[in-house]
């Protein structure tokens, strides 16, 4: 079962480095012969009058350069015995003396010019050169931070606010008349005997709320429109004072806590709830549930009745279902309790975290299920973002329980079918209702 929205991603492209090697090292060359003398080059002052090498880049010192940096022969000056001078007399032709005279010349201007290009280089040249050898520093300098980082967590602090009242009912939050000492404090006030809160945990909270700074009441889950707050703990996906309060407590805790603006709304305050951006704010946390992401629920199963397909429960893993032999599809969405819930009832507009494992009516293949994920699955119900069968079926369902759909095609997907789905299926669904709130 999925939502009908996209799922976020694409394909993500990457650049090929590639780097070329110094040309000047493919050049042929090596030492000259005992009888000769050669001017010679270094391939570094060739590589960089090429402009192969990096700014800055010096050549290596004579006597220390690799065998495959050897210097290159540019030019000879060696006279040729029995020669003319232009040494057409020499077979294969040598240069002669005036090629010798040429030659010299030429190599002395060559090097000159490697020099010359040398120094410029290692002196860094034109200001333009000596700039871009240098790093920039808007691009090497560390970011800066976008929020002030959250605090760690305290139990305690100079000063706290006083709260009266008990676990499951708004409580009475008195704040002192001196400042906050801008601590975040997480301090349980009565210790519950539920599931313990991990990081990733389904988990749903009731709250009062005051700003420190102005003593005013901030809209509460309590109040007649309110709702719990549901979340996975540890993902971000609230405020600290919400998201990391909460974790490592059990569900049935009540816990006090005071968030600087760092773990609350920031440098930008909330300013729809009149919340400045300097003001601490104090909580008063109920942690009513907590579920792992692969929890089930547990109770006194009751049978379905015989027209109904029959559910074995495999814990963790996917129901077993096992279809009616010859029935007949039906015409509108069937369900039955398998276990009964005691928690509230899911209205529309709630967000609700299931199980839940699909088969098909006719033969019981099932198609799909959350617990083969090992990650419960959430939707607002009634909020189109399933099939009609799922947004009918649950709503007025108690939380806790365990509930098996009998969906006719018009519900479902029709006659177009989806995946493993033929079209004008009827389908069957075990659904687990972990939990329900505001999320």
Known sequence: MTEKTPSPGGAGTAANDSSAGDPAASRPGGPAGADRESIVVPPAILAQQAGWAQPGDEPRATGGAKTDEAPQIFASSVRKADSSEAGYDENPPGVG???????????????????????????????????????????????????????????????????TGDFGKKAEIQVPGEASDGSFVVKVLTE???????????TSVDYTAKDWNTGKDIPSSYDASGKPQIFQAGTDALIPALDQAVIGKKAGSRL???????????????????????????????IRNANAPDAVVSGTVTPPPADFPQVKDNGKKPAEITPVPGAADPTELKSHILIKGTGPK??????????????????????DSSLSKGQAFTFPVGGGQVIQGWDQGLEGQTVGSRVELVIPASLGYGDKGQGD??????????????DAGQG
């Open 346 to 367: 899911v209205e529309k507009g709630e967000k609700v975290v299931v199980q839940y494992t699909g088969a098909l009516f006719k033969d019981g293949k099932v198609f």
């Open 97 to 163: 003396k005036l090629g010798v005279i040429l030659g010299t010349v030429l190599a002395v201007l060559l090097v000159g010019s490697g020099i010359t290009l040398y120094m410029v280089n290692k002196d860094g040249g034109s200001k333009d050169n000596a700039s871009a050898a240098k790093p920039d520093a808007a691009k090497t300098a560390p970011p800066t931070p976008s929020a002030e980082p959250v605090p760690p967590i305290k139990d305690s602090a100079k000063v706290l606010p006083t709260v």
């Open 256 to 286: 006090l806590v005071v968030a600087p603006p760092a773990a609350a709304f920031g440098a930008q305050g909330k300013a729809d709830m009149s919340i400045g951006a300097k003001d601490d704010l104090v909580f008063v946390i109920d």
């Open 421 to 434: 789905i033929p079209a004008g299926a009827t389908l069957v669904f075990v659904v687990d209702i972990l």
């Open 192 to 202: 519950g005997n539920g599931a313990k809160v991990e990081k990733n945990s389904w």
